[in-house]
Structures are given as C-alpha cells and as structure tokens.
C-alpha cells in the first residue's frame, strides 16, 4: 500500500520556523516529482513549492518564495518543507503530493498525503 504519511505541523509564533517531512512508503518515488501544498479555510488547495525527481529543480509560489526551502532524500524515500519567516498567513492544513511524472509541469498527482496542520499566531 502506498503512503505518504506527513510529520506533524504544529503552533509557531509569526516569525519563527517549521520543517515538515513526508516519507513515503510502499514504492520508491525517485522517479517522481515531489511538492507540498496547503489549503486554509475557505480557499482552495494552493500548490507551495515542487521539486523534481532529481532534486535539480525546484518552484515555490510567490507567497513563499524566499522563506520555504523545499529538498528531497531519495535515499530516504523523504522529501522536505523548511519553512522560515512564518506568518499568519501561512496557517494551513499542508498535504505532501507525488506527481504523476518526474517535474511538476505534468500537474497529475498520483499520491497525496493525509495532510497536517500549520497554524502560525501572529
């Protein structure tokens, strides 16, 4: 059975820092392009940031450009979301997502996580 099971978000303080992790498990995902998205209540599910298969590419939404790092251990069947410079704004439940193929412009899923909660106070 395949799983993409996320760490868990928690509380921070605006300003502060967060890593989520998702492992995966059931098949390797080496050979997929890997992202985290978040929704917030009320809004639709935004895509964050996406990095390829390799690791070579990587893209964030404006809105987090320059705070979140996104990275991957293929080794590890793990791929990663710091997140820095947290604001209230970035309160959301975060879904880790494989894609369909190896970069993210195929915009197919084939896997989502369960999702966990971020709730950042200002």
């Known amino acids: 059975q395949v799983q993409l099971v996320e760490s868990v978000g928690g509380l921070v303080q605006a300003g502060g820092s967060l890593r989520l992790s998702c492992a995966a498990s059931?098949?390797?995902?080496?050979?997929?392009?890997m992202g985290w998205f978040r929704q917030a209540p009320g809004t639709e599910r935004e895509s964050v940031a996406s990095?390829?298969?390799?690791?070579?590419?990587?893209y964030y939404a404006d809105s987090v450009k320059g705070r979140f790092t996104i990275s991957r251990d293929n080794a590890k069947n793990t791929v990663y979301l710091q997140m820095n410079s947290l604001k209230p704004e970035d309160t959301a439940v975060y879904y880790c997502?494989?894609?369909?193929?190896?970069?993210?412009?195929?915009?197919?899923?084939?896997?989502w996580g369960q999702g966990t909660q971020v709730t950042v106070s200002s």
């Open positions: 997502a494989a894609y369909r193929g190896l970069y993210s412009s195929d915009r197919t899923i084939a896997y």
């Open positions: 059931g098949r390797t995902f080496s050979g997929n392009a």
């Open positions: 990095i390829s298969s390799g690791g070579g590419l990587t």
